[in-house]
């Protein structure tokens, strides 16, 4: 079988981040050829979870290739036909919106019109403290979307954000294997956690 080429797109959910990052490993760890892109918060926002630089040396390490953080770098995925499927994680509010409305503003945008424009899976995995409020709508239009795939996903704190959605990134692995194969891997809605779960 020959390698899998696997776009992984970084958006600034920071709180995720390492959840994200070990869920890149693992596709490592599986023989997945990595592409790492960056949304541009996340590649040039340093937060209380460290700086952008750091964060980017660590991708690379893990991908053994440099970051595609900018819209030009990002349009040859399309017409190189470079990826297998792309996984954007963690997936934004913003982002998801994004994509719902056909705005390519940046890197991971830009890397998701242009992979899908090839007729290739794109999987979400989403993290965003409204969406179960603003961003309902737009995870409601790409579940609908052709080749689009979610990463399932549940209220990771019903009681502290009564709207947030956050997918189980440990899933990731097998949500790529299903989207290859064209379904969407279920049960899709996980059950609320607990805080502190």
Known sequence: M???NVGFAFCGSFCTMDKAVKAL???AELGWSLW???????????T??????????RIEAICGREVIASVKGAEPIGPRKLLDILVVCPCTGNTLAKLAHGITDGAVTMAAKAHLRNGRPLVL???????????APNIGLLLGRKNVWFVPFGQDDWAGK???LVADFSLVPD???????????????????RPGD
């Open 175 to 193: 949500t790529v294997a299903a989207a290859l194969s064209g379904r969407q891997l279920q049960p899709l809605l996980l059950g609320a956690r």
């Open 36 to 46: 790492p892109i960056l949304s541009g918060t996340a590649a040039g926002t340093d």
């Open 125 to 135: 995995a989403v993290a965003t403290n409204d969406g179960l409020s603003a961003a």
């Open 25 to 27: 490993e693992r596709g």
């Open 2 to 4: 020959e390698q899998l």
């Open 48 to 57: 209380r979870f460290g700086t952008a630089a750091d964060f980017i040396r």
């Open 162 to 164: 009564p709207t947030s």
